[in-house]
């Protein structure tokens, strides 16, 4: 019998503590809320991808925290320093109305790092359902971001994520995204795409 899986930090153990009903879910149950959720995150990846942002914004939702810290590199007796906590210092950290900001910037024109516009592709894989609580899905998944401007700037993220997604209807609302990148040094010129 292979040892669990330890998570990759105390984040994510943390965001999917709450009251973990996914033990209680039968195997059929399971597997369609894992659909569901996928399908869900692929939609979005294609929202983003064919620069529809104002229809991304309607995928979120009223409460949405979404955060980036900064990853530092750091020795192995210090791990619980390689990222930022909530409240300082973070790339992203953003509620609904900073989202909604940066959303009407790009469909104005007037994000110079975007005019003209980025070309994207959003890779979403290895999704895992860490928790369920009431109506809300916990989830981690790894994420590539590819970017290419202007005619030869090409840019990659690579990371993980931890998202809640909430029920609503028969669809889901985008919680919260607190994204983890792999890299320590950004070397794009800028970061002005939705992760």
């Known amino acids: 019998m292979s040892a669990p899986l330890e998570s990759p930090s105390a984040e994510i153990a943390a965001e999917a503590a709450p009251a973990d009903e996914l033990a209680a879910i039968d195997l059929t149950q399971r597997m369609r809320?894992?659909?569901?959720?996928?399908?869900f995150l692929y939609a979005e990846a294609g929202l983003l991808?064919?620069?529809?942002?104002?229809?991304?914004?309607?995928?979120?939702?009223?409460?949405?925290?979404?955060?980036?810290?900064?990853?530092?590199?750091?020795?192995?007796?210090?791990?619980?320093?390689?990222?930022?906590?909530?409240?300082?210092?973070?790339?992203?950290?953003?509620?609904?109305?900073?989202?909604?900001?940066?959303?009407?910037?790009?469909?104005?024109?007037?994000?110079?790092?975007?005019?003209?516009?980025?070309?994207?592709r959003h890779f979403v894989s290895n999704v895992r359902i860490l928790a369920v609580a009431g109506d809300e899905i916990t989830l981690e998944a790894a994420f590539h971001l590819y970017r290419s401007r202007l005619n030869s700037e090409e840019d990659h993220w690579v990371g993980r994520r931890v998202d809640v997604l909430r029920r609503s209807g028969d669809s889901f609302r985008l919680a919260r995204r607190h994204l983890f990148l792999d890299q320590t040094v950004i070397l794009a010129a800028n970061m002005s795409t939705i992760f």
Not at 50 to 70: C, Q
């Open 49 to 120: 991808d064919a620069r529809r942002f104002r229809d991304w914004l309607g995928l979120l939702a009223d409460d949405i925290h979404y955060w980036m810290p900064i990853r530092r590199t750091v020795t192995t007796a210090d791990l619980e320093l390689e990222f930022t906590k909530p409240g300082e210092m973070a790339y992203f950290d953003d509620d609904r109305m900073l989202l909604e900001m940066r959303v009407r910037k790009l469909e104005a024109g007037s994000a110079w790092s975007e005019d003209p516009p980025s070309r994207s």
């Open 33 to 39: 809320l894992q659909y569901e959720a996928e399908q």
